[in-house]
């Protein structure tokens, strides 16, 4: 597995950086190893799919995972408050980095990742294919 290293820096807008990263490097399919780091502002969509919830203070990210590639990501994240107390849920645009986040992508050999419609859920759904 390659991994690839990289460091978002202040106002950068997660997802929005994990999408280009997967774009720059092609990521056909590829998983969060780790990212460190704090938020100024989270967004995430909870767990009915429906709704947004905006996290207006800063945030220690100790948390997320999910699938990247150039085709979509897929990412969760937890998230720990000033208080102390957690909240987190479905990564959406609008989650912005404070002073840094220090990511890192492991790419999966012989894998791609596709999307495909689900008439179950009603959602466009990764479709895993190996490629070897």
């Not at 800063?58 to 994240?77: D, F, K, M, Q, W």
Request: glycine share 10%.
């Amino acid at each position: 597995m390659k991994t690839i290293c990289t460091r978002l820096h202040r106002d950068d807008d997660l997802l929005l950086s994990i999408r280009a990263l997967a774009k720059e490097h092609h990521i056909a399919a590829g998983v969060v190893l780790s990212a460190v780091g704090c938020i100024s502002k989270g967004r995430v969509r909870d767990a009915s799919g429906v709704t947004l919830r905006e996290i207006e203070e800063p945030c220690e990210i100790v948390s997320l995972n999910g699938t990247v590639s150039e085709a979509r990501c897929h990412l969760h994240i937890a998230l720990s408050k000033e208080d102390l107390s957690t909240a987190g849920g479905h990564l959406v645009e609008g989650c912005i980095v404070n002073t840094t986040c220090e990511l890192v992508v492991g790419v999966l050999d012989g894998w791609k990742i596709g999307v495909e419609e689900d008439a179950q859920t009603g959602y466009d759904e990764l479709l895993f294919e190996a490629t070897e």
